[in-house]
């Protein structure tokens, strides 16, 4: 492992790249033992020059996962004393499993693999930035329909009316292929109308409501989604604010701000006894109808409706607390460099450098 480390470095050198500029999309094996939880969380005590977006998307998350699971930590300055919770576990979304399926309020897109003969299954999951109010994403189900390698970009009238009316008159109609481009320089078309999963030229926003409707992808990310999705994949796009799943037994269950255009009229709470329903009764085959499989902690549950809560907890009676889940992972340094100026375009890092 050293020695491959090592030849690691060398090529990241020789290339101009850096460490911190490595890709490092997030796939996982998915589980087999009922559970429906991928990944871990981590804790890292960030240099003197680190910021929460280096670590983010250092570790392939977005803006608002690392600030979320860090409400007390500044972004720019975090301290080296500060230890930094790194949210890299994650709840699948509800079955089927299948194709991509994107978690708006979440923030978050699952690619699950398709099956290989003998292979263990897998999944990709990767940060995204989603829709500015007034422009949402549909929901629904969908497919991929294309893939666009360095697309140009036909500005919608509707952007441009939207510039014309913050002052800029002239904004143009259509940007060419480039890594100035906000397509990106790549694009997977779904079968929503003007809707595509894609890069970005502003890849520190991703994570964040930045876009209008489409889903924005960091650089290196695209890449790794474009090579893998065939065209005709499945699309599921939900919005779950409250997302539930099982881990050893038990239940465990994350919160994210709510997208109040798909959800308005339904309090955080409902929406969280909705998300609960499925898992707190099973059918049984005697006479006595439905029985409560799971013994709910509510107040935990209540807690979690008032705020973001990207580390899933555990909500089931005499469950552990969070700061006891917290308190028992080892502390990593984050010794690696702060991403460059040429990491904020539509090029995956190294790419960038000239």
């Not at 929901?139 to 009316?165: C, M, N, Y």
């Not at 465990?252 to 309090?267: H, L, N, Q, R, W």
Request: charged share 20%; aromatic share 10%.
């Amino acid at each position: 492992m050293k020695i491959l480390t090592a030849f690691i470095m060398v090529v990241l050198a020789f290339t101009g790249l850096t460490a911190s500029q490595f890709s490092k999309a997030s796939t996982y094996e998915l589980p087999t033992d009922g559970s429906s939880v991928v990944g871990a969380v981590q804790i890292v005590a960030p240099g003197k020059e680190s910021t929460l977006v280096d670590i983010a998307r250092h570790f392939d998350l977005g803006y608002h996962e690392i600030t979320w699971a860090n409400p007390d930590v500044d972004v720019w300055y975090p301290g080296v004393h500060v230890n930094v919770v790194v949210p890299t576990e994650f709840i699948l979304p509800p079955k089927p499993w299948k194709g991509v399926v994107v978690n708006i309020s979440a923030r978050r897109l699952f690619y699950f693999l398709p099956a290989k003969k003998g292979k263990p299954k897998k999944v990709i999951t990767l940060p995204i930035s989603i829709a500015r109010e007034g422009w949402s994403t549909p929901l629904g189900k969908t497919r991929i329909t294309g893939k666009h390698r360095d697309p140009g970009w036909f500005v919608p009238e509707s952007i441009r009316r939207e510039h014309a009316a913050n002052g800029d008159t002239n904004f143009p109609k259509y940007v060419p292929p480039g890594p100035n481009n906000p397509m990106g320089m790549l694009a997977v078309q779904t079968g929503f109308d003007g809707i595509f999963i894609h890069g970005t030229n502003r890849p520190w926003g991703v994570g964040m409501r930045t876009s209008h409707g489409c889903l924005h992808l960091y650089p290196e990310d695209a890449s790794t989604f474009f090579a893998a999705i065939p065209v005709d994949t499945s699309v599921r796009m939900i919005d779950q604010p409250l997302v539930v799943g099982k881990q050893a037994g038990r239940l465990v269950m994350t919160s994210y701000e709510p997208v109040t255009e798909y959800g308005a009229k339904i309090d955080m709470f409902s929406r969280a006894v909705m998300a609960l329903n499925p898992y707190l009764y099973e059918s049984n085959v005697d006479l006595y109808g439905e029985n409560l499989i799971y013994d709910v902690d509510w107040a935990k549950v209540r807690q979690l409706t008032a705020g973001p809560q990207v580390v899933p907890v555990d909500i089931t009676i005499g469950g552990a607390v969070l700061e006891d889940k917290l308190a028992k992972i080892d502390v990593d340094l984050y010794n690696w460099p702060p991403y460059d100026v040429g990491a904020n375009d539509a090029r995956p890092p190294g790419e960038a450098i000239d």
